[in-house]
């Protein structure tokens, strides 16, 4: 059996979120000096990728995929090559917070409003004792910030660096900075931070078992309607992609 399915050539892991999270687990105990990239593949990255080669090389040089959205699993197993299930950024950052509550993991936050990422390490600080949250930023900086962000990450070394900047924003900058910033993993994380922070609601679990959250983050956020639209688009290019050699 093979061990990937192809999205629109990208080549996805077929792991579990468990395992997902026991695969961080084993790179954060090896503690390499080089960082995992970790992105979690939505829609919106899949198209994107088809034109954007630089995105491409990206996804292509991260360290780990995972499948981010009922869209992407959804083609896999009409494609006849089922991914297990989504392994969305939301999802894999409560499940690390989980894990590095047990192991005493330290994370670095950056990104989203300053509010948000206040609350959101008020919030992780009380529901997690253990972990320990060495450092946080917002996302909201300009350029001429980015080397002392970078320098202070590098400086505390965190074992997960948190980048909430929204894709592709998250994957380019981790990218850009990947040999500066002394983290053993970091991942992109989309809105997570706005979640935990509780400004922004999770659709309930019912809904996200029948995988309509993206029906219940329309209705919450309609705003959001033209950036779903990409979704009947997603779906009918990637049932129609040829998969040939993938990456
Ligand atoms: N964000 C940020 N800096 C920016 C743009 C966005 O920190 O320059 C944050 C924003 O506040 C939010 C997250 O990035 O917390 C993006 O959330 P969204 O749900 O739009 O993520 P996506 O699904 O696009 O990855």
């Known amino acids: 059996m093979e061990n ?4 629109m050539g990208i080549p996805i892991p077929k792991i579990t979120m ?16 080089e960082l995992f990239h970790v992105v979690t593949l939505n829609p919106e990255i899949s198209m994107s990728c088809q034109q954007n080669l630089e995105l491409r090389s990206i ?4 360290e780990h995929l995972t499948a981010d959205g009922a ?4 083609v896999s197993r009409l494609k006849g090559n089922p991914l297990p299930e989504r392994v969305t950024g939301c999802d894999l950052l409560i499940n690390l917070l989980e894990m590095g509550n047990r192991k005493k993991w330290s994370f670095y936050l950056l990104g989203a409003s300053e509010m948000t990422s206040k609350k959101a390490l008020e919030v992780i600080n009380m529901k ?31 074992d997960v660096l ?19 910033l002394n983290a053993r993993i970091a991942i992109g994380v989309g809105g997570s931070l706005d979640t935990i922070a509780g400004t922004v609601k999770r659709a309930p679990v019912i809904w996200q078992k029948l995988n309509l959250e993206w029906l219940y983050r329309l ?14 688009r997603f779906a009918l290019k990637a049932l129609l992609f040829k998969d040939r050699n993938g990456l």
């Open 4 to 7: 990937h399915s192809l999205i």
């Open 219 to 232: 209705i919450k956020q309609p705003s959001r309607w033209k950036r779903q639209l990409i979704l009947p």
């Open 59 to 62: 996804i292509n040089d991260a």
């Open 18 to 33: 468990g395992e997902t999270v026991d695969l961080i687990d084993e790179v954060i105990a090896e503690n390499k000096t």
């Open 162 to 180: 948190v980048v909430a900047l929204g894709a592709p924003k998250a994957e380019f900058w981790i990218h850009t900075f990947k040999n500066s």
């Open 128 to 158: 997690y004792p253990n972990v320990s949250i060495v450092g946080r930023h917002h996302g909201f900086f300009e350029p001429k910030d980015e080397s002392r962000i970078v320098n202070e990450i590098a400086s505390l070394s965190p």
């Open 71 to 74: 869209g992407i699993v959804m």
